[in-house]
């Protein structure tokens, strides 16, 4: 089992910056693929990046790409979610997501992902 803990999210002018954290406790992420997801209201919840542990490759969403970077410190346990240039529409519950024993692929559907955090609030004002 593990748990996944989100921090970092707020409140943020457009073209403003954040970062989220997923701090995974129970077991480490290794040999995990970590993703996080979004969520707006009224809209279906959205792939916005992947990582695989043992390999540190990256995925993203072509609405984040060249924005947003996911990576991963080992030390931690911990993922992290680096946003910049936000946009309005970027305004969701971020979550993360992880799937344990993934190896070198990334899972894009949130019904690949068996442990999920608890979400953590995003809001771009423009």
């Known amino acids: 089992q593990v748990q996944l803990l989100e921090s970092g999210g707020g409140l943020v002018q457009a073209g403003g910056s954040l970062r989220l954290s997923c701090a995974a406790s129970g077991r480490t992420f290794s040999s995990a693929a970590v993703g996080w997801f979004r969520q707006a209201p009224g809209k279906e919840r959205e792939f916005v990046a992947s990582?695989?542990?043992?390999?540190?490759?990256?995925r993203y969403a072509d609405s984040v790409k060249g924005r947003f970077t996911i990576s991963g410190d080992n030390a931690k346990n911990t993922v992290y979610l680096q946003m910049n240039s936000l946009k309005p529409e970027d305004t969701a519950v971020y979550s993360c997501a992880a799937r344990l024993y993934s190896g070198s692929i990334h899972y894009t559907r949130s019904s690949d992902y068996n442990y999920w955090g608890q979400g953590t609030q995003v809001t771009v004002s423009s």
């Open positions: 990582i695989t542990w043992n390999y540190m490759t990256t």
